[in-house]
C-alpha cells in the first residue's frame, strides 16, 4: 500500500532534478568572485535544508505516534530521520569540497553553520544505537519517539546557541541587507530545493515501501510455517 | 499538600534518604572530579588557568562527573521495581519526572559544591569569580538534571545502558556547553572577573532550561507506559 503512487513520484523526482542540474550547469551564470567551484551550493544548501527539515519532519511523525499510538508513524518518523541522515552525510561532504577550495581547509571550527550542523548530525546518529539497544518493539517505537521529539526541539535551539558563540564567515546570502540573488540564480537555487525536496520524499516512500513488503513477506513466511530466510531487524520498525 | 506535591516530596525524600545510607554517587562523582584536574594539571603542564581554557576544563570536568551521576539515577527503580510502584501509584507520572531532575540537581549542586572550590584552589589564583559563578552553574544544573533524568530514564530500560547516557546526552548538551563556558570565560580572566555577554549567555542557558525542562515533562509519561 506505501507503493501507491511511487512510480509517477519517482519519475517526477528524476524529471525535476535533470531540469535542476542542467539548469545549474548551462543557465546560472558564474558568479564572479568564487567562479565555478560557487555551483556546488545549489546542491548543498538545499541538501541542508531538507535534511535539517527532515530531521524536524521526524519529530512531527514522532509526536503523531504519541498521540495516537499508531505505529505506522513511528515507521514514519524512523524513515525520515534515516533519510536525513543519509542526506547529512551529504551535505558534510558537499559542504568540505566548497570549504577546501573557498577557505582552503576542509574544516573551519570558528564557523557556527559548521558546527552546529555537526552537533545535529552527531546527535542523530546515536538515534540507531539507541534504538537498536532496545528490544521490546512497542517500548522501542515509544522511546524512539520520545528522542525524536527531543531532537527535533534540539534541532533551532542548537543553531541559535552555536550562532550566538561564533562569528559569521559562512556566507549568509539571503540575510544581507542589499544583497540578495540575481533572478537566474534565484530560479536555479528554487529549482534545485524543490527536486531535492521531491527527491527526499521519494526516497522516504521507497524506504517505507520496502519495510513494508519485507514484513508482508515475513508475515507471510509466519502464516506458511516456513524457516525465514534473514532473521529480522531489529533496528528498523516493523510496518504493518 | 496537593496528592502530587507529597508525591513529589516523598520520591525526592527516598532518593536523597537512599543516597545518603548507600553513598553510591556523590562520592564517586567528587573523586573522579578531583581526579580530572589532577590530570589537568599534568595533562595541560600549567599551575595557572585563565578564560577559556579555565572554563573548558571546568566544564568538561563538572560534565563528564554529572554523567557518572545520571548512570545512577534510575538504577534502583529498575533493580528494585520503583518503575512498576509508580505505575502502580495514583500520582501523575510527570511527578517522577520533576522529583528525580530536583533531586539530580542537589546532587550537581553538592558536587559542584566540593568540586569548584577544589578547582579555584587548584587552578585560580582568587576566588572573585565564585560569587558570579554561582548563576551559571545554577541554570546550567538545571538544564543538564533535565536532559539527564530524560535520558538516564531511556537507557536505563535498554540493553546498553552505561553506554547509552554518554553517546546520546553529550551532543544534546552542546549548546548548554556553550552558553555555560561562553559566560564562564570572562569570570575567569586574569585580573578580575569581567561580564563581556555575560548576560546573553545567561539567557541562552534559561532558554535552554525552559524548552528542555517543557520537553521532558510532556514526553516523560510515554517512557512510563508498559
Not at chain 1, 519529530?59 to 534515516?82: E, K, Q
Not at chain 1, 534545485?192 to 519495510?211: D, G, Q, R, S, Y
Not at chain 1, 516456513?226 to 520498525?237: D, L, N, Y
Request: one cysteine or more.
Amino acid at each position: 500500500m506505501y507503493g501507491k503512487g511511487l512510480k509517477p513520484l519517482s519519475i517526477a523526482t528524476v524529471a525535476l532534478l535533470a531540469i535542476g542540474l542542467s539548469l545549474v550547469f548551462f543557465y546560472a551564470p558564474i558568479e564572479t568572485d568564487q567562479g565555478i567551484i560557487q555551483k556546488i551550493f545549489y546542491l548543498h544548501v538545499p541538501l541542508a535544508i531538507v535534511s535539517l527539515v527532515g530531521f524536524v519532519i521526524g519529530g512531527v511523525f514522532a509526536i503523531a505516534h504519541l498521540r495516537s499510538g499508531n505505529s505506522r508513524w513511528d515507521a514514519y518518523s524512523y524513515v525520515s530521520i534515516h533519510i536525513s541522515v543519509i542526506f547529512g552525510v551529504a551535505v558534510l561532504i558537499t559542504g568540505g569540497i566548497w570549504a577546501k577550495a573557498s577557505w582552503g581547509h576542509w574544516w573551519v571550527w570558528n564557523e557556527p553553520t559548521l558546527v552546529s550542523f555537526l552537533i545535529v548530525f552527531l546527535l542523530y546518529c546515536t538515534y540507531y544505537p539507541f534504538r537498536y539497544a532496545i528490544e521490546d518493539r512497542d517500548q522501542q517505537a515509544r522511546y524512539a519517539s520520545v528522542f525524536a521529539v527531543t531532537a527535533g526541539a534540539f534541532v533551532p535551539l542548537n543553531f541559535m546557541a552555536v550562532r550566538m558563540a561564533q562569528s559569521l564567515v559562512h556566507p549568509r546570502v539571503f540575510a544581507t541587507a542589499n544583497g540578495g540573488l540575481p533572478g537566474s540564480m534565484m530560479l536555479t537555487f528554487l529549482c534545485c530545493i524543490a527536486a531535492i525536496a521531491l527527491l527526499w520524499t521519494t526516497l522516504v516512500k521507497f524506504e517505507l515501501a520496502a519495510k513494508s513488503a519485507s514484513g508482508q513477506v515475513k508475515r507471510l513466511r509466519r502464516v506458511l510455517d516456513a524457516p525465514t530466510g534473514a532473521p529480522a531487524s531489529r533496528v528498523a520498525p516493523e510496518v504493518s | 499538600m496537593t496528592p502530587s506535591r507529597a508525591a513529589f516530596a516523598a520520591i525526592l525524600g527516598k532518593d536523597l534518604r537512599s543516597e545518603l545510607r548507600t553513598l553510591q554517587s556523590l562520592p564517586a562523582m567528587a573523586l573522579f572530579s578531583i581526579t580530572t584536574f589532577v590530570i589537568f594539571r599534568f595533562g595541560l603542564d600549567r599551575t595557572h588557568l585563565s578564560g577559556s581554557l579555565a572554563a573548558g576544563v571546568l566544564w568538561a570536568t563538572l560534565l563528564f562527573a554529572a554523567v557518572l551521576g545520571i548512570n545512577r539515577l534510575f538504577v534502583t527503580e529498575r533493580e528494585e521495581g520503583g518503575f512498576d510502584a509508580i505505575r502502580l501509584a495514583p500520582i501523575d507520572r510527570s511527578v517522577l519526572f520533576s522529583a528525580k531532575v530536583a533531586a539530580l540537581m542537589i546532587y550537581l549542586l553538592a558536587l559542584e559544591l566540593i568540586a569548584v572550590p577544589i578547582f579555584a584552589l587548584f587552578f585560580l589564583g582568587s576566588g572573585a569569580a565564585l560569587a558570579p559563578l554561582v548563576s551559571v552553574l545554577l541554570l546550567a544544573d538545571f538544564g543538564l538534571a533535565a536532559t539527564g533524568t530524560l535520558i538516564s530514564s531511556m537507557a536505563v530500560n535498554s540493553r546498553a545502558r552505561d553506554l547509552l547516557v554518554p553517546l546520546v546526552l553529550l551532543p544534546l548538551v552542546v549548546p548548554l556547553m556553550i552558553a555555560a563556558t561562553g559566560a564562564t570565560e570572562p569570570l575567569l580572566v586574569l585580573g578580575g572577573p569581567g561580564y563581556h555577554r555575560f548576560g546573553t549567555w545567561l539567557m541562552v542557558l534559561g532558554l535552554y532550561d525552559l524548552i528542555f525542562g517543557l520537553v521532558g515533562y510532556a514526553v516523560f509519561d510515554f517512557l512510563l507506559e508498559d
